[in-house]
């Protein structure tokens, strides 16, 4: 066989070895898959003129499978909150989760807590995601510190009114979509 034709048939044998080791791994990964029913994933500083080191974290997710009750949402979320001599942080277990396009409200039960009489206190905090400049609002802004005030209900907020700090991260929104 001369060149040519060696090298003719050894590119069509390539060929089909790559297409019948493509074709079906890209047929499995094609398939849908169902996403999860709410969620609220991230990591951010607030923006404090003062320079109050603030830190807001959340892995909360709602399955599928469940989207027709947000009080079996799952994950944590996590807040700290720093300045001068003061501070404190707290470890929320999340007891509910709605969303409603980029805006989640988030309700937990605090686990873990340096700040005296928090832990067993539910909070809630409202995210609003804006991209890089996402909004942030919580609870105890009306109720008062967690275990000094009122708790609210499951899977209440307050209105995000506080800013992201410019360049310190990201909060993301999957939208709920329960069927009505």
């Known amino acids: 066989m001369n060149r040519r034709t060696r090298t003719v048939v050894l590119c069509c044998a390539l060929l089909l070895l790559t297409a019948g080791t493509i074709g079906p791994a890209a047929t499995a990964t094609d398939a849908p898959q169902q996403r999860e029913a709410a969620a609220v994933t991230g990591t951010a500083k607030l923006y404090r003129s003062a320079g109050d080191d603030i830190t807001v974290s959340f892995d909360a997710h709602l399955a599928a499978k469940d989207t027709d009750d947000p009080t079996k949402a799952t994950g944590t979320f996590e807040f700290s909150h720093y300045r001068n001599d003061f501070g404190a942080w707290a470890k929320a277990e999340v007891d509910c989760l709605i969303t409603g396009g980029k805006v989640a409200v988030v309700s937990g039960v605090i686990t873990d807590s340096d700040l005296p009489g928090a832990k067993g206190k539910r909070v809630g905090v409202t995210v609003h995601d804006l991209g890089r400049h996402d909004r942030l609002g919580y609870s105890w802004a ?14 209440v907020g307050s209105a995000p009114f506080e800013k992201v700090k410019k360049g310190t991260g990201d909060f993301t929104v999957a939208p709920w979509q329960p069927e009505l």
């Open 142 to 155: 009306a109720t008062g510190l967690p275990g000094a005030g009122q708790e609210p209900p499951k899977c």
